[in-house]
């Protein structure tokens, strides 16, 4: 039988050899410019090719839904109902019509009740929290399963586009990224300890900035990762903290690719506790035990003694303390912006076409969600560092969280919101419901000093993330912003294609 | 979350819904995507605590028994089918539907169903009329702590006052329909 198995076994050698050269000079390619700090250009072209592969897809998805005449799903990115903005009592008024001001007699409507009636069902169809936990919706498709909502419209030629994606993702891109990652991160702890051996000085700190720089480029060009910077000039110095939104864990080697960053976090066991510990021999992390995550004061004396003193690395923290999904930046929490130094924002914006990278801890596992990242195509992202920027006269602690998160949010193009990324995992505190009520009994009522005042603060009930401690004050809900009703109608966002008889006509 | 919704939801059930309640077929997509995003348990029904994970809805005062329209006599689970249903009283009244057949059931949207709506939100125990302790229920839902016993028994009165006709000292639907429509 040996004769048989002869051309079978050198067929054998023959594909191992291809994909071992082929696998070898890849790796090649990538690591030596990662090395030097060079970039051949190789990730902007493949970005450009698929974009076009992605376009054609589209195409023919819309194509082929328009011959069967069926409907195509389309993502609304404007939500799915129209919603105006006014406060309460304007809308109370208006459902009123009495023209009159609010006077001092206490004044009831059975038809108050429509006003949040309407604003509980619109919040039913479309709310602004909820959907910021779960991955964005895309307007083409990006051949990957994970993202299609259409699948019953695939042609033939976009199955086979679709297999051959799958080969390239899973069978050559895949094991390239694994290794790559294995590679660096095993250079970062293997180098990382060795560094640690020499004495506190120049050489030391020049060698480990180096070595964290040359292992994060390593890592980024195992997850494809292509990244634009803008601003350079901005960028954070030592003696400050660099507080950017947080989506995804891969943010931090996003950012710490183009910098040296002081990380800030929990000392975890396992792999990622081993890679903790060798990079904090080389240069000053700030890792905190379990126990000590909850006592602000250690947790603020730590930050306060590293940004004064000069030689150490910017902090890089993430105030809203959870993953969101980058259509919207949630409340930042005010434990970084006490201590008193100057704050480096930085707005990290990703493009979800090739893959998206928001961390969804409630569906996926950290090895799974690895696992996601480097079979996508690639993730697009665009950093800009902006201005730095501290703390006012007269503002405090929550006020300039505030600041520097609206502007974070309008240079990404996210939604600047007020609400707790904790909503994530817990429930939302009572005072936001005593606030409403407080609105609507001063209608009732007119202005007079409130009855049943100094109600004793919730105990809060969201999970505490590392350090920041005390949720912020409650917003006055004027920051809230109510919805009218007209009549108990909701208006559905319309499509721009469908017009007529689909329009819904507001009510008389 | 989204990647099952437009096809576990099929044709047939799409026009049917499209009958009975009047929304559009892209429109009952997106709603479906909505509802499979806030079914948690993924298991085709809504519960109590899938609405009340909604913060918005969670602070509004009268949030629980805007949830509590949904949920059909004793039971704890909404289906999509039923979550249309409620949600079609919410549907602007479109001029072209008024001249339609007259024989047909009104649709879930007339106006008259809008205020049964509102009038049910009130009436808990379902008699038909919304007594001076619903009515109180409803007004210390709204105000919270803000106003005394007192003041609220006495906008309450004055309101059965006003409304009332036939002087059985509660609210019937017809009397909540002249007292809303003035």
């Not at chain 1, 890592?219 to 350079?232: G, K, Q």
């Not at chain 1, 990703?350 to 993730?379: C, E, H, T």
Request: glycine fraction near 6%; proline fraction near 4%.
């Amino acid at each position: 039988m040996g004769w048989f198995l002869l051309p079978f076994d050198n067929l054998l050698c023959i594909v191992l050899g291809i994909s071992f050269t082929v696998g070898f000079s890849s790796l090649l390619v990538i690591v030596v410019p990662a090395v030097l700090g060079v970039s051949i250009g190789i990730r902007r072209l493949y970005m450009k090719s698929l974009l076009k592969v992605f376009e054609w897809a589209t195409v023919r998805m819309e194509r082929g839904a328009k011959e069967k005449n069926q409907h195509l799903y389309k993502p609304y990115s404007n939500g799915i109902i129209a919603k105006e903005l006014s406060s309460l009592e304007q809308e109370i008024q208006e459902l009123r019509a009495s023209g009159t001001t609010l006077s001092s007699e206490p004044e009831f409507e059975m038809a108050d009740i429509m006003y949040f009636c309407r604003r509980g069902v619109e919040s039913i169809v479309d709310d602004e929290v909820t959907k910021r936990f779960s991955a964005q919706e895309l307007e083409s498709w990006n051949l990957l399963t994970r993202s299609n909502f259409n699948a019953r419209h695939i042609s033939l030629r976009l199955s086979v586009l679709w297999g051959l994606g799958l080969f390239i993702r899973y069978g050559f891109l895949l094991p390239l990224r694994v290794t790559l990652a294995a590679s660096g991160i095993g250079l970062l702890v293997v180098l990382t300890t060795i560094v640690g051996f020499i004495p506190s000085g120049w050489l030391r700190t020049y060698l480990s900035e180096k070595i964290h720089l040359m292992s994060y480029r390593i890592c980024v060009r195992s997850l494809t990762a292509i990244i634009t910077y803008h601003n350079s000039e901005n960028k954070p110095k030592n003696g400050g903290i660099c507080v950017a939104n947080h989506t995804t864990p891969i943010d931090v080697i996003i950012l710490a690719n183009d910098g040296c960053y002081s990380m800030v976090g929990q000392i975890h066991g396992g792999l990622i506790g081993v890679v903790q510990r060798a990079m904090v021999k080389s240069s000053p992390h700030i890792w905190f035990e379990r126990s000590e995550v909850k006592d602000r004061h250690l947790v603020a004396e730590r930050l306060s003694n590293h940004v004064a003193d000069k030689t150490k690395h910017p902090i890089l923290i993430f105030p809203e303390g959870t993953c969101i999904n980058n259509t919207s930046v949630m409340m930042f929490k005010k434990g970084s912006f006490e201590i008193g130094c100057t704050v480096y924002p930085v707005a990290i914006k990703y493009d979800p076409r090739f893959g998206d990278a928001f961390w969804n801890s409630s569906k996926f596992g950290m090895v799974n969600y690895l696992l996601r990242m480097m079979s996508s195509w690639a993730i697009v992202c665009s950093v800009w560092y902006l201005p730095p920027m501290s703390r006012e006269e007269g503002e405090d602690a929550v006020q300039f969280a505030n600041r520097v998160k609206a502007a974070i949010a309008t240079q990404g193009g996210l939604v600047d919101l007020l609400w707790d990324g904790g909503l994530k995992r817990g429930k939302v505190k009572n005072t936001f419901k005593e606030e409403q009520q407080k609105l609507y009994s001063k209608v009732l009522v007119g202005d007079q000093e409130d009855q049943g005042e100094d109600r004793p603060q919730e105990d809060e009930e969201e999970e505490e993330e590392l350090e920041e401690g005390d949720q912020n004050e409650d917003r006055p809900l004027e920051d809230y912003t109510p919805r009218p009703l007209e009549d108990c109608s909701l208006r559905l966002q319309e499509e721009e294609e469908e017009r007529g008889s689909e329009t819904p006509m507001k009510d008389q | 979350m989204g990647s099952r919704a437009s096809t576990l939801l099929r044709e047939e059930e799409i026009e049917e819904i499209k009958k009975e309640t009047g929304f559009s077929h892209s429109q009952i997509t997106r709603l479906y995507s909505r509802f499979t995003s806030l079914d948690k348990g993924e298991n085709g029904t809504l519960s109590r605590e899938d609405f009340q994970r909604i913060p918005e809805l969670a602070i509004n005062p009268l949030g629980d028994r805007i949830i509590n329209a949904f949920f059909p006599e004793g039971e704890d689970q909404v289906n999509f089918r039923g979550f249309m249903r409620t949600l079609a009283h919410f549907r602007p009244i479109e001029d072209n539907e008024k001249n339609k057949d007259p024989t047909a059931s009104e649709p879930l949207n007339s106006r008259s169903n809008k205020l049964l709506f509102a009038f049910r939100l009130y009436d808990l125990d379902r008699d038909d009329k919304i007594s001076r302790d619903e009515l109180l229920q409803v007004l210390r839902m709204m105000v919270g702590v803000n106003i005394s016993d007192e003041q609220l028994g006495s906008i309450a009165d004055r309101t059965i006052q006003e409304a009332d006709q036939n002087g059985d000292n509660s609210i019937s639907f017809n009397e909540f329909i002249k007292k809303v429509c003035l």
